[in-house]
């Protein structure tokens, strides 16, 4: 059995799963709302501080390990309201912008711009242009920064930011498929659990609750498995089909809601989905992809831009 405390869960848990192979054990020992969540405000507010420089070594341990085993983080507070509202504002203005310029049959199709399901939109950003100063203040966020470069264990100089966009679900959007942001695993053997080799984040825009459709996520689904250990899916939606999961995914979805400013981390080859907005408002997130120099996102917009913390601007 693993101690209570999660210090000690997530050490158990991490030992449960590289030591013993027990990916079941394992997720159920750490994958749980309390661990799920960082909430750094108020270590802020015991700082007089609005937005942290760094992530606090217990925090950073917890995020470490939770992002190993669970495969997803939720930080609050790493961000200050009042740049996630100018975020907000400066999405609103550019999605409206796009969805304009696309309803006009003589304006040609933007390829930064997709529909990736009904009703959920995403815009790609310039990235091969320099970057706005506010962008770059959120992509070189201490916490941010903390877990993305301690996950990878790289010098940043050999991080590639590979997307930077804002996705929409727009009022009515109705539940995704179950799929990865990457083609999954390199080497689909359970002997070889690798570390990630591209960290997803979604930054919510505006807060995000049940009826706003947030993201589901199978806990430890980017977690290999033999194929006698897989389990079928079975689709919950019209147009899905079956999908064959490990057996220690097979528990309640976890649901990513949250504050504006809550940063989502998530190894990119975790299945997840956008939830249906039954809403009347949109919910928007910013969404980065951070990679390994050598990957190159070939599924979505199909282009990267390699490009160093300490060189923000020059992509």
């Known amino acids: 059995d693993c101690p209570t405390d999660l210090a000690g869960r997530a050490e158990c848990a991490l030992n449960l799963l590289d030591v013993h192979h027990d990916a079941t054990g394992a997720v ?24 942290p420089d760094r992530l606090p070594t217990s925090f950073l341990l917890q995020a470490l390990g939770v992002l190993r085993v669970c495969g997803v983080i ?18 609103a203005a550019l999605l409206d912008a796009h969805l304009a310029r696309e309803s006009a049959s003589t304006s040609p199709k933007d390829m ?18 320099t970057l706005g100063a506010l962008d770059e203040q959120v992509l070189s966020n201490g916490p941010l920064r903390d ?22 679900s727009m009022p009515g959007a109705p539940t995704q498929h ?46 290999t498995c033999a194929s006698k250990d897989k389990v079928s899916m079975q689709p919950t939606n019209e147009g899905d089909v079956a999908v064959d999961q490990c057996s220690h995914t097979m528990g309640q979805p976890w649901l990513g809601t949250g504050k504006a400013g809550t940063v989502i981390i998530f190894d990119s080859r975790v299945m997840h989905r956008g939830g249906p907005n039954r809403s009347g408002r949109r919910r928007p997130v910013m969404y980065i992809t ?23 601007a020059k992509c």
């Open 112 to 129: 930064r711009f997709a529909e990736r399901s009904h009703l959920r939109y995403e815009l790609k950003y310039p990235i091969n242009a």
């Open 74 to 91: 939720a930080i609050s507070g790493a961000l200050a309201p009042a740049r996630i509202a100018r975020l907000l504002n400066e999405q």
């Open 147 to 168: 877990v993305v470069t301690l996950t990878f264990g790289l010098p940043t100089n050999n991080l590639q930011l590979d997307t930077i966009s804002h996705v929409t």
């Open 28 to 51: 159920e020992a750490l994958c749980t709302e309390d661990s799920l969540h960082l909430d750094l405000e108020a270590d802020l507010e015991r700082r007089g501080t609005l937005e």
């Open 290 to 312: 951070w990679a390994k120099e050598w990957f190159t996102d070939v599924i979505n917009f199909r282009q990267a831009c390699a490009i160093q913390y300490e060189l923000m």
């Open 178 to 223: 179950w799929h990865r942001d990457t083609t999954g695993e390199l080497f689909p053997d359970e002997k070889y659990r690798l570390p990630p080799h591209c960290l997803t984040v979604f930054i919510a825009l505006d807060e995000i609750e049940d009826q706003h459709g947030p993201t589901e996520f199978l806990l430890g689904s980017h977690i």
